[in-house]
């Protein structure tokens, strides 16, 4: 009667261990969208601000001053930003 209780319990601890280990599916484009937004506004919105311009309430005491995030997406959309004197940005 022990053998078969013992028996029991491994095959719940692997089930077990097969669910927690399973990876979830993988996002959709949005969803991967919707989660930067929310990383973004948690983690990054204090400095440069909810639309990425450094206007976030504690920029202004940052030295050196920060990136302004729409003119690094700018200069990655336009094929001639190097012509422009726009530095890269490291985002």
């Known amino acids: 009667m022990q053998q ?4 029991i319990i491994v095959v719940w601890w692997t089930l077990l ?9 993988p996002l959709s484009r949005t969803e991967i969208v ?3 937004q929310r990383y ?7 400095c440069h601000g909810t ?9 202004s005491a940052l030295q050196p ?3 302004d995030l729409t003119i690094c997406v ?9 012509m ?8």
């Open 17 to 25: 261990g097969l669910v927690l280990a399973a990876e979830p599916p």
């Open 34 to 36: 919707h989660v930067g």
């Open 40 to 46: 973004f506004i948690r983690y990054c919105s204090a």
């Open 4 to 7: 078969y209780g013992l028996g």
């Open 65 to 67: 001053f920060l990136a």
């Open 84 to 91: 422009h004197g726009l530095r890269p940005c490291m985002v």
């Open 51 to 59: 639309e990425g311009r450094c206007d976030g309430p504690i920029a």
């Open 74 to 82: 700018e200069a990655r959309h336009t094929a001639a930003a190097g």
